[in-house]
């Protein structure tokens, strides 16, 4: 009698705790949100919809996309030029090509993401299978832009800056991300020109975030994690004063966190070399450079995260 009471205690919880996360999925549910499949183009029930609310993961539910980033991409599926902060996740497609977008807590396949189409001032596209998505109506609370002051810009150098631009934009509360160069000795540098190694750029990322979700020194934190910070003038392969290790500060509050960073890793045992120094003008680097993993669809070479704090 105990097992059985417990067997159907245990089938209970397992129904119980199916029912509260994971939705049953149809056939093509399973087929797209699982297998990863797409609908046909044109067929889907939100492609021409245009109610207001959010759209939440089939699968568990989760609140992935705001009805006021809906627009009409004429592509036959639904498109969102953004997401919910943290609620998609990018991962390189198998295609080896396009960069897939997933529920980032189910793992559910969404669709595609597409950046620099121009479509919205946003200029990105979540390709999103209606299968993949259900709609809630709701009154939209209205987003307020957070100001951005001169404490929500970080700047690092830590290597070949495709890397550094990859990682440090999958954080939540990251807005952009641009890949250029910083403390050199000319005007307007080209990509070429720092490669002679005689302008003293360094490749960097100038990162803008929101401060209320990430703060600098999360990020400074992780800067220092996904690149090593005991090379001199190199990261593993990149060799040249412009792979140098540098965080280039834009007020004495960064300095400060910077400089206290660096102390914990040395009492560490860590022979850090990175430089602290103030920002000077910072100049985006060529189109080719910015978002280099995301359009080729693979993970950096250079850059993997090493936990160091
Ligand atoms: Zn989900």
Known sequence: MKKVLFTLIAILTFYSMDAQNFKPLTAEEKRVIIDKGTEAPFSGK????????IYT???CGAALFRSD?????????????DAIPGAVKRVPDADGKRVEIVCANCGAHLGHVFVGEGFTPKNTRHCVNSVSLEFKPLKLPKIVSVPVNEDSIAIFAGGCFWGVEYLMEQQKGVISVESGYIGGRTKNPTYEE???KTTGFAEAVRIKYNPKIIDYETLAKLFFEIHDPTQLNRQGPDVGDQYRSEVFY????QKE????????LKDKGLNVVTKVTKATEFYKAEAYHQDYYKRKGTQPYCHIRTKRF
Not at 46 to 53: I, P, R, S
Not at 69 to 81: M, Y
Request: net charge positive.
């Open 46 to 53: 939100y492609y021409l919809f245009n109610k207001e609310g």
């Open 57 to 59: 993961c089939k699968q």
């Open 69 to 81: 980033s809906k627009f009409d991409a004429g592509c036959g599926w639904p498109s969102f030029d």
């Open 194 to 196: 720092v490669c002679t």
């Open 250 to 253: 834009t007020s004495d509050k």
């Open 257 to 264: 966190i910077a400089l206290k960073l660096i102390k914990i």
